[in-house]
């Protein structure tokens, strides 16, 4: 529960009763006193997208905070009633202006988004099929850039893990 204060809710969405903790799961959660509601708090899931040209990487600037102005994979958060592939091939088009088709599951990466939003993220390779290279949503830029040439920072730890195994990958 640690560093969760700012996620759970001080009283019941349901009853509006004050909610306390309990014992659940071997997990302290939040627990209504009045109706019973437990809230569970999970981390928020994600997909991400590869997308190569030769040995180039599709990278964009992020146009938000958290990290605004840092690089990262075309990445989003999976809306409620989306399959994940969806989503990576949704946030590819919206953030890169680019239609893909996914090849590989690639990585499966736990991380925080800051300040405190525990995510996982699911990166997949991908080939263009289509669209046309364009920052949208809420990418500043996007380009195509060499290993070890990146444009700027990299705005998560999930990333660079990902794009350092790639590299490897790739060099050998
Ligand atoms: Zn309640």
């Keep these: 529960m640690t560093g969760t204060n700012r996620h759970v809710f001080r009283y019941c969405p349901h009853c509006q009763s004050e909610m306390g903790l309990r014992q659940n799961g071997g997990v302290d959660r939040p627990v209504c006193p009045g109706c019973g509601f437990v809230q569970y708090l999970n981390p928020a899931p994600g997909a991400g997208v590869i997308v190569l040209r030769d040995r180039r990487v599709c990278l964009v600037k992020r146009k938000f905070e958290p990290r605004k102005g840092l690089w990262s994979l075309?990445?989003?958060?999976?809306?409620?009633?989306?399959?994940?592939?969806?989503?990576?091939?949704?946030?590819?088009?919206?953030?890169?202006?680019?239609?893909?088709?996914?090849?590989?599951?690639?990585?499966?990466?736990?991380?925080?988004?800051?300040?405190?939003?525990?995510?996982?993220?699911?990166f997949y390779r991908a080939v263009e099929v289509g669209g046309e290279l364009q920052a949208g949503d809420d990418a500043a830029e996007v380009g195509f850039f060499e290993f070890g040439q990146w444009p700027g920072p990299i705005a998560f730890a999930a990333h660079r893990r990902v794009l350092a195994r790639l590299e490897k990958e790739l060099s050998t």
Excluded: K
């Excluded at 809306?79 to 890169?96: F, I």
């Design 74 to 122: 075309p990445t989003g958060f999976m809306e409620w009633d989306e399959d994940v592939q969806l989503t990576a091939r949704r946030e590819a088009l919206e953030e890169t202006g680019l239609e893909v088709r996914l090849t590989e599951l690639y990585a499966v990466e736990s991380g925080v988004l800051p300040p405190d939003i525990p995510v996982l993220v699911v």
